[in-house]
């Protein structure tokens, strides 16, 4: 409810509906606006869990999406900013 990854969806999403712009978070071309929300964004691009439910979900994503080769893990733990991840 609360969490860093909110807060980033919600300013992100906020942005993107100002300027006209949630297509690039749509699920299909034709999905209405309203259907967008900072909700949806979290459930859908925010993986969390135990290390073997996050191994879950990312092969039920690859399974979604397709094969990918690099996985973006975009967060700040201390110092560190970005990591990413090879599959």
Same mark, same amino acid.
């Given at each position: 409810?609360?969490?860093? $990854?909110? =807060?980033?969806?919600? =300013? @992100?999403? *906020?942005?993107?509906? *100002?300027? #006209?712009?949630? &297509? /690039? ?11 967008? *929300? %900072?909700?949806? !964004?979290? &459930?859908?691009? %925010? !993986? ?6 996050? +191994?879950?979900? /990312? !092969? +039920?994503?690859? &399974? &979604?999406? #397709?094969?990918? =080769?690099? !996985? @973006? $893990?975009?967060?700040?733990? #201390? =110092?560190? +900013? /970005? ?5």
């Amino acid at each position: 409810p609360n969490s860093p $990854y909110r =807060s980033y969806y919600h =300013s @992100v999403f *906020t942005k993107l509906k *100002t300027n #006209g712009r949630l &297509e /690039i978070f749509k699920t299909h071309r034709d999905q209405p606006d309203d259907k967008v *929300t %900072v909700d949806m !964004l979290c &459930e859908k691009l %925010v !993986l969390w869990g135990t290390s073997a439910q996050v +191994a879950k979900k /990312i !092969l +039920a994503f690859r &399974e &979604e999406v #397709g094969d990918f =080769s690099t !996985l @973006v $893990y975009a967060a700040r733990i #201390g =110092s560190t +900013a /970005i990591s990413d991840v090879t599959l």
